[in-house]
């Protein structure tokens, strides 16, 4: 488990240093409770109207709660080309200075 941990560390670092944008799909009222200050707020369900307007030359990681709902929308950004992962928690990316 710990080689995963490391591996994934890794590869937000990675996408930091190739200026990630960081999208966080919780609602509007949860991320008004607390959230990254570099991350853009978009709504899991809102995310098939906005596609559109993402960049898809730069990387991508999402973020939630918990990591389900970003996990869930770092699929369906995916299967549209993007170069994405699931950062997991919102809490768990502060580390990184996001």
């Known amino acids: 488990m710990l080689g995963l941990l490391t591996g994934k560390s890794k590869k937000i670092k990675q996408f930091i240093q190739e200026d990630a944008t960081i999208i966080d799909v919780r ?8 959230h990254l200050r570099t991350s853009k707020n978009i709504p899991m369900d809102s995310i098939p109207s906005y596609m559109g307007q993402l960049d898809k030359t730069k990387p991508i990681i999402t973020c939630c709660a918990s990591g389900m709902r970003s996990g869930q929308v770092k699929r369906m950004l995916k299967a549209q080309g993007f170069k994405v992962m699931n950062g997991g928690g919102w809490m768990s990316l502060e580390k990184y200075g996001l």
């Not at 609602?27 to 607390?34: F, M, N, Q």
């Open 27 to 34: 609602t509007k009222t949860e991320y008004e409770g607390g």
